[in-house]
């Protein structure tokens, strides 16, 4: 039986983190519980985010490993997560704001089979 995903990517975000990781190198991502622009979901160069015991490693998306504040994982984690990519300028940090970008996440709730079969953070 194969493993549920916890958080997966859309095309249009695979683009997106092609075209950056050419530009950056190896990339990460996090997804805090911050107000404003920090509840969305932030690209950084690998290592440049420092993650530690209060963040999950909830898993990866086109190469690039999906880091989640823990207590934010508390909330979600009967949701499946999905990185998409929408216009707009956010302000943060993100390494898709210079493109005119922002990465954002949607989600739905797992089914209870789902839930059976999803793999331990």
Do not use: N
């Not at 997966?8 to 950056?20: P, R, S």
């Not at 932030?42 to 999906?66: A, I, P, T, Y």
């Not at 909330?75 to 493109?99: A, C, M, N």
């Amino acid at each position: 039986m194969e493993k549920v995903e916890r958080v997966k990517v859309t095309e249009a975000a695979k683009e997106i983190i092609d075209k950056l990781r050419a530009q950056h190198g190896p990339l990460m991502f996090h997804q805090s519980g911050g107000c404003c622009d920090g509840s969305q979901p932030m690209c950084f160069e690998d290592g440049e985010f420092r993650v530690g015991d209060s963040d999950v490693l909830l898993g990866e998306v086109h190469g690039c490993k999906f880091y989640i504040a823990k207590d934010q994982y508390a909330y979600w984690k009967h949701t499946q997560l999905t990185l998409d990519v929408t216009p707009g300028r956010g302000s943060s940090f993100s390494l898709e704001i210079p493109l005119g970008l922002r990465f954002h996440i949607r989600s739905r709730i797992f089914t209870e089979q789902e839930m059976e079969q999803l793999a331990q953070v």
